[in-house]
Nanobody
Framework: QVQLVEAGGGLVQAGGSLTLSCAAS????????MGWFRQAPGKEREFVAA????????YYADSVKGRFTISRDNAKNTVYLQMNSLKPEDTAVYYC???????????????????WGQGTQVTVSS
């Protein structure tokens, strides 16, 4: 069992930057593929970014490609989401998610993940 805790959310003006972190406890993250999802009010949860367990493969939603960067530090048991050029439409609760992985795959479906954090609010003002 792994517990995930997100941090780093907040209020930022459009064009600004934030870095979210997702710290894991209970298990080492080095055997987990990780992802970030978000859910805006009145909308379904959507995929944002994913990273393989070793960090060698990443994938992004088209809406964030070129602006967001997912990374991980397995020694610190932490995954990050660097968000630049933020837009009001990025406003949402951001969740990190994890699943055990034997290879170098990443996963984009929320039903492919077993473990979820509690979420952190990101609000982008115009």
């Amino acid at each position: 069992q792994v517990q995930l805790v997100e941090a780093g959310g907040g209020l930022v003006q459009a064009g600004g930057s934030l870095t979210l972190s997702c710290a894991a406890s209970g298990r080492t993250l080095s055997t987990y593929a990780m992802g970030w999802f978000r859910q805006a009010p009145g909308k379904e949860r959507e995929f944002v970014a994913a990273i393989s367990r070793g960090g060698g493969s990443t994938y992004y939603a088209d809406s964030v490609k070129g602006r967001f960067t997912i990374s991980r530090d397995n020694a610190k048991n932490t995954v990050y989401l660097q968000m630049n050029s933020l837009k009001p439409e990025d406003t949402a609760v951001y969740y990190c998610a994890g699943r055990r992985s034997l290879g170098g795959d990443y996963y984009t479906g929320d039903n492919e993940y077993n473990y979820w954090g509690q979420g952190t609010q990101v609000t982008v003002s115009s």
